[in-house]
């Protein structure tokens, strides 16, 4: 098992997920990450809450096993050469199926196998478990890697957060 921005895959909890994302606390949907061995799979935890909306909708399900998708993509994947950080992009996912509804108080494994690395695109599929029962099949995601350079351009200063009411610049 590798680190990544140095964080300890075996110490990836909340905290350590959020330094992988850079997020802000309500826009991440992983609590933790119990297993992870570089460019192979990934094993990742969410908790059901009462504060959110439930039954727990498909597509927050689907952005939660994407956001564990990404870490595994991050982690040094063999095939990925380019040094330095680096973002991950999820774009296209294909076969999707959504099982058992989730509720307050469920807790979701996420699984994640990466398939095969071509050039800078990641190719992952894995499932999210809940009770032993199948919350969400994915057949295939692509996640594209790219420098985290591509945010320092000269219409957005380095360092200087999005912020609502920002508008992405236009060639």
Not at 22 to 33: F, S
Not at 38 to 52: E, I, P, Q, S
Not at 150 to 160: D, N, Q, S
Request: charged residues 20%.
């Amino acid at each position: 098992m590798t680190s990544i921005d140095g964080v300890d895959p075996a110490a990836a909890d909340f905290d350590g997920v959020r330094q992988v994302f850079h997020e802000q606390p309500q826009n991440l949907l992983i609590d933790r990450v119990s297993e992870i061995e570089a460019g192979v799979r990934l094993t990742a935890h969410k908790a059901v809450t009462g504060d959110m909306p439930y039954p727990y909708p498909g597509w927050l399900l689907l952005e939660s096993w994407t956001q564990a998708a990404a870490i595994l993509a991050l982690w040094r994947s063999p095939g990925v050469s380019e040094p330095g950080p680096r973002i991950a992009l999820p774009g296209a996912v294909y076969d999707v199926r959504f099982g058992v509804p989730l509720y307050p108080g469920d807790m979701v494994e996420h699984r994640v196998t990466l398939l095969r690395v071509r050039a800078e695109a990641v190719f992952l599929t894995g499932e999210a478990r809940t009770g032993g029962s199948v919350a969400l099949l994915v057949g295939r995601l692509v996640v594209a890697l790219r420098s985290a350079d591509i945010f320092h351009t000269a219409w957005w200063p380095a360092g200087r957060r999005l912020e609502a009411g920002d508008r992405a610049a236009t060639a």
